[in-house]
């Protein structure tokens, strides 16, 4: 199975600062075809997880652009710009190159 | 607009059967696979496995093959989770979710169902 290892496990934050997650692969996720099959996820307390990006650095419909995503091959980050109170939460990143595909064990992010 | 729409909480005793479901709308149900990812309290996301409604391919993460059946029913746009013989580890919330799959592949998961939790105690 491919490994995913997110840093840091816990990301306090004050309002405004930005804020930088970490995920690297045990392989890499690039596919023949030039895509990164990373994608990150937010859980809000008590909700669902949202889709925030996929193939490493495209924004989901309706994601603010405050979020961003970079990498390739094993190593990814994901970049919030000027973090808001409504971005805390647990952030996870999830490979789907490989069945089964797996995610990384999360990023509590807190408000400072 | 997508919607996966899953049923409510449960309890079971250990050793009872259970099934829960998810019915999906908003989209052409048989032509997108539909999932099942696991989080069990306090701990992270988990992928268990998929189907195809259109033609009932499935398949299983190897960590729950033969512990869980995955089914769905095309004619009413629902997915389903079942177990025959519940234990106290199967204590967890259950997400369905649409993802992304193409090539041989699932790239991402785009949409997730309010999930289902499941409490098995006695």
Same mark, same amino acid.
């Given at each position: ?112 | +607009? ?10 079971? *005793?250990?050793? +009872? ?28 996301? +988990? ?29 009413? *746009? ?45």
């Amino acid at each position: 199975d491919i490994v995913m290892t997110q840093s840091p496990l816990s990301l306090p934050v004050s309002p405004g600062e930005p804020a930088s997650i970490y995920c690297r692969s045990s392989q890499s996720l690039l596919h023949s075809n030039g895509y990164n099959y990373l994608s990150w996820y937010l859980q809000k307390p008590g909700k669902s997880p949202q889709l925030l990006i996929y193939f490493n650095s495209n924004r989901a419909s309706g994601v603010t652009d405050r979020f961003s995503g970079s990498g390739s091959g094993t190593d990814f980050t994901l970049k919030i710009s000027r973090v808001e109170a409504e971005d805390v939460g647990v952030y996870y990143c999830m490979q789907g190159l490989q069945s089964p595909y797996t995610f990384g064990q999360g990023t509590k992010l807190e408000i400072k | +607009e997508v919607q996966l729409v899953q049923s409510g909480a449960e309890v079971r *005793n250990p050793g +009872e059967s259970l099934k829960i479901s998810c019915k999906g709308s908003g989209y052409s149900f048989t032509t997108y696979w539909i999932g099942w990812v696991r989080q069990m309290p306090g701990k992270g996301l +988990e992928w268990m496995g998929i189907i195809y409604p259109g033609d009932s391919d499935t398949r299983y993460s190897p960590s729950f093959q033969g512990q869980v059946t995955i089914s769905a029913d095309k004619s009413i *746009n629902t997915a389903y989770l079942q177990w025959i013989s519940l234990k106290a580890s199967d204590t967890a919330m259950y997400y369905c979710a649409r993802p992304r799959c193409s090539a041989g592949s699932c790239q991402y998961i785009d949409f997730w169902g309010q999930g289902t939790l499941v409490t098995v105690s006695s």
